[in-house]
């Protein structure tokens, strides 16, 4: 029998200039905080969102964090956050000291649901951080109508597109992540976009431990952070980048072998856009209804193990975690049940069209 490999869930792909770029860090020495791919990929990063600069960062949660810090959001400060995302988006509203306030999800989105969010506004709101979850844009609109500050956490999202507008470029401040298994990687690293310039430099200055430029001194105005992302991580990036659109159209095709090839199959649903989106579909995924499909996702993820393939469930709601059930008000059926139901397919982008066949064809039973 002829060998068969495992199918991964999302690996990166290097497709580009990474290995002669990352070449060029070692031979110039250039491998730090400073060096020319640190600005050339911040500069293609902000031409492909419109923006005339971004600020780069050491990692996705570093990005959320300074955004915060950026707005003043500190004790006694509430944040909407959805209940249904990486624990990455909430945990740097605790290192300011503020309090989460949990939303649920839209069922069909996956992403906040705007009638909670408003449900939820009190006097002491001081953000609304919303996650464009596994790629699927939030319906901004109403949650900007609300004239609280927005953090978008596009963390998933680079690509993806809310009504024509890039995730990321539409509230206050946008957050970018370039981790591992992200949609493009530089190993570790984030990116923050705002249309504001005075405060897209005060997040620079804060990422760079908040020391004065322009002086040899070591002068400190703020208490600031090392968030810096480096010459090396950067190198990957931009080679990376250069990519994004063929990437895209990579996991756009792999979305729609899924939606043909699961079509009609009862007690499955494949997520998609809604018409007023654009999904990058970083992880394809599939809602498991146990009771039409015959098996739970559970059993479904196990099936599929056995057969080599590697899935991934859904978060788990924050609030119900250890360090979060403290400010759970009740439960939030959605996002409980989103994750009782979803789990992410194969979705890496050199993913093969014979390799998804086998995902299908075991889904399929
Ligand atoms: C990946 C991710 C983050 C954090 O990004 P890192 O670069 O891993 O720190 C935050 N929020 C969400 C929703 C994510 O998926």
């Given amino acids: 029998m002829a060998q068969r490999t495992r199918i991964p869930l999302s690996v990166p792909a290097f497709l580009g200039r990474e290995a002669e770029y990352v070449q060029e860090c070692i031979e110039t020495g250039w491998v730090s905080s400073k060096g020319r791919f640190v600005r050339d990929f911040e500069a293609l990063f902000a031409r492909l969102h419109d923006h005339g600069a971004a600020v780069s960062t050491g990692s996705g949660t570093a990005a959320l964090h300074t955004a915060l810090a950026e707005l003043g959001v500190g004790a006694g400060d509430e944040v909407i956050v959805p209940a249904l995302t990486f624990i990455a988006t909430v945990n740097p509203v605790r290192y300011v000291g503020a309090t989460p ?163 009609g199959l009862p007690g499955i649903r494949v997520v998609t856009e809604p018409e007023w989106a654009r999904s990058n579909f970083w992880l394809n995924s599939i809602l498991v209804d146990p009771a039409v499909y015959g098996a739970d996702r559970e059993e479904v993820a196990a099936r599929l193990d056995a057969e080599d393939i590697d899935t991934r469930p859904f978060f788990h709601p924050i609030h119900q975690l250890a360090p979060y059930r403290e400010f759970a008000r009740g439960p939030l059926p959605v996002s409980e049940l989103l994750h009782d139901q979803g789990i992410s397919l194969p979705s890496s982008p050199t993913l093969a069209p014979e390799d998804q066949a086998r995902v299908i064809d075991v889904l399929r039973g």
């Fill in 101 to 263: 306030v949990f939303a649920d999800v839209d069922p069909t989105t996956m992403t906040i649901d705007p009638a909670q969010v408003a449900g939820l506004v009190s006097p002491r709101t001081k953000a609304i951080v919303v996650v464009h979850l596994y790629g699927q844009p939030v319906d901004l609109d109403p949650i900007l109508a609300l004239g609280i500050p927005v953090i978008e956490d596009a963390t998933e999202a680079l690509g993806s597109a809310y009504k024509d507008r890039l995730c990321g470029t539409i509230g206050e401040i946008g957050c970018f992540s370039f981790n591992g298994n992200k949609v493009i990687t530089t190993g570790g690293g984030g990116m923050l976009l705002t249309r504001d310039t005075d405060r897209l430099e005060h997040m620079r200055y804060l990422t760079l431990q908040a020391r004065e430029p322009g002086s040899v001194e070591y002068l400190h105005g703020e208490v600031g952070f090392n968030y810096v992302l480096s010459n090396l991580q950067a190198a990957l990036g931009l080679a990376q980048l250069e990519g994004l659109q063929d990437r895209l159209e990579r996991k756009r095709a792999i979305h729609e072998r899924y939606v043909e090839g699961l079509r």
